[in-house]
C-alpha cells in the first residue's frame, strides 16, 4: 500500500462522520472548499493579534488545521457523490495556494518573517512540482516526504507550543516546515526527471511554461 492510500485510508477513518452524512444529504463539495478558504483567511488574520493576546496564536494554528481537514475532505465528498470534476479540482487548487500564502503572510508578524517567506516558498514549490510534472505526464501523487498534511500538523504544533515558548517555538516549526517543503521538492524533482529521464534520455528543455 503506497503513501497516499494510507494516508487516504486514515483521512477517511477519521473524517468519516463528516464525510458520510455530507453525501447522504447532498451537500456541496463546494460548501467544504469555500469553508476551508475562508477559515484559512481567518487563521491569517489572528495570527498577528498576538500582540493583543498569545492565545491568538494557537487558535490561528487550530483554525487552520481544521482548514486544512475541510479541504481534504471537499475531494472526497466529490468522489463519493460522482460530482468530481477538472472545474473543482482547479478552483480547491487556486483556493488551497491563496490559503497558504495568506496564512504565511500572517505568520510573518507572529514569527520572523524570513522564516514565514521561506515556509511560504516551500509550500508553493512543493505544489508547484507536482503540477508541473503532472502536466507533463508523471504522477507524484504520495511522493515526497512532507505534503500539506505533513505542515500543517507542524505548525498546529508550533502554535500551540507559542504559549509556553513564544515566537521561538512558531519560528523553530516554521524552519522545520521549511526543511521538509525543500526535502518533498528535491524527492519530486529528482523522481520526476527519472521517469522522464527514463522515456526520452536527450530531451532537451521546452521552454519555461
Known amino acids: 500500500m503506497g503513501k497516499r492510500e494510507a494516508e487516504r485510508r486514515v483521512l477517511m477513518r477519521i473524517a468519516g462522520p463528516v464525510v458520510e452524512p455530507a453525501v447522504r444529504r447532498g451537500i456541496s463539495p463546494f460548501a467544504f472548499t ?21 492565545l491568538f496564536v494557537p487558535l490561528a494554528g487550530t483554525v487552520y488545521l481544521v482548514s486544512a481537514f475541510l479541504d481534504a475532505v471537499d475531494g472526497e465528498v466529490a468522489r463519493r457523490q460522482g460530482r468530481a470534476s477538472a ?8 483556493l488551497d495556494k491563496a490559503s497558504e500564502v495568506s496564512v ?5 508578524f507572529a514569527a520572523d518573517p524570513l522564516v514565514a517567506l521561506f515556509f511560504g516558498t516551500g509550500s508553493l514549490l512543493v505544489s508547484y512540482t507536482r503540477a508541473r510534472a503532472e502536466s507533463l505526464g508523471v504522477d507524484l501523487a504520495g511522493v515526497g516526504i512532507a505534503e500539506r498534511a505533513e505542515r500543517t500538523i507542524v505548525l498546529f504544533l508550533g502554535s500551540i507550543a507559542y504559549i509556553a515558548f513564544g515566537r521561538e517555538a512558531l519560528t523553530v516549526a516554521l524552519l522545520a516546515a521549511s526543511l521538509l517543503s525543500f526535502v518533498t ?13 527514463a522515456e526520452n534520455p536527450d530531451g532537451a528543455p521546452r521552454g519555461p511554461i
Open 185 to 197: 521538492v528535491f524527492q519530486r524533482t529528482a523522481e520526476t526527471l527519472r521517469r522522464l529521464g
Open 87 to 94: 472545474r473543482g479540482a482547479f478552483i480547491d487548487s487556486v
Open 104 to 108: 504565511s503572510v500572517g505568520l510573518a
Open 34 to 54: 469555500y469553508t476551508a478558504f475562508a477559515l484559512a483567511l481567518a487563521a491569517a488574520a489572528l495570527y498577528p493579534l498576538h500582540s493583543v493576546s498569545p
